[in-house]
C-alpha cells in the first residue's frame, strides 16, 4: 500500500506545529499512565489496605480531563479525529475542497468555545478548594481550556493548508523530488 498523501518536510511554523503536537502527545501520555498508577493506587488502598485515599477522585479526574483534551488537540492536528473523510471521497473535486475548508473551520470554532468557556470556568472556581486534595476545584477546566486552544489552533493550520491552491503544493511535490 502506498502513501500518495507524501508531503515534504514541514517548514517554519509547521515544524513548530509539529514540535507543539508531540508536546501534547506526550501529555496525554503521561496522564494516562498517571490515571493507572493512581487508580491502581486507589484500588490497592481500598482492599488491601483498607484505606481509601481521598485525593486520587480529583486527581484522576484531573488526569482523565487532560489525556482527553490533549489527545482530542493531538488528533484535530494529525487530521484523526472530527472529519468527514467518508463523504468527502465521493465528492466531486470542487465541494470536496469546500468540506476541507469548511470542516477544519467548524473545529476552530468549538475549540475556541471551549478554550473560553473552560478558561472563564476555570477562573471561576479557583477560590473554592476540592475535597480531599489541595487544588482547584475548577482546575479539570484547565486542560479543556488549554486543548480548546490548542484545537483552534492546530484547526486553523489545517483551513490554511486546505485555502493553499492546488498548483502550488503540486509545484513544491515536484521540487522536492
Not at 509547521?14 to 501520555?29: F, G, P, T, W
Not at 503521561?30 to 493512581?38: P, T
Not at 472556581?125 to 480548546?148: E, R
Amino acid at each position: 500500500m502506498s502513501d500518495s498523501n507524501v508531503q515534504a518536510a514541514p517548514a517554519g511554523t509547521q515544524r513548530v506545529l509539529e514540535k507543539i503536537a508531540d508536546v501534547v502527545i506526550h501529555i496525554a501520555v503521561v496522564a494516562l499512565l498517571g490515571l493507572v498508577v493512581v487508580q491502581g493506587w486507589q484500588v490497592f488502598a481500598r482492599y488491601v489496605i483498607n484505606d481509601s485515599p481521598s485525593w486520587t477522585e480529583p486527581v484522576t479526574l484531573l488526569l482523565l480531563s487532560t489525556a482527553m483534551s490533549m489527545g482530542a488537540a493531538a488528533g484535530v492536528h494529525t487530521n484523526r479525529h472530527f472529519g468527514f473523510f467518508l463523504l468527502a471521497e465521493h465528492l466531486n473535486p470542487l465541494v470536496k475542497r469546500a468540506i476541507d475548508a469548511l470542516v477544519p473551520l467548524i473545529v476552530a470554532t468549538i475549540g475556541a468555545f471551549i478554550a473560553w468557556w473552560g478558561w472563564l470556568l476555570w477562573v471561576d472556581g479557583l477560590h473554592i478548594k476540592t475535597a480531599g486534595a489541595n487544588l482547584p476545584q475548577s482546575v479539570n477546566y484547565l486542560p479543556l481550556s488549554i486543548g480548546g486552544a490548542l484545537m483552534t489552533v492546530f484547526a486553523l493550520n489545517r483551513l490554511l493548508l486546505a485555502l493553499r491552491p492546488a498548483t502550488a503544493s503540486a509545484d513544491t511535490a515536484e521540487g522536492d523530488r
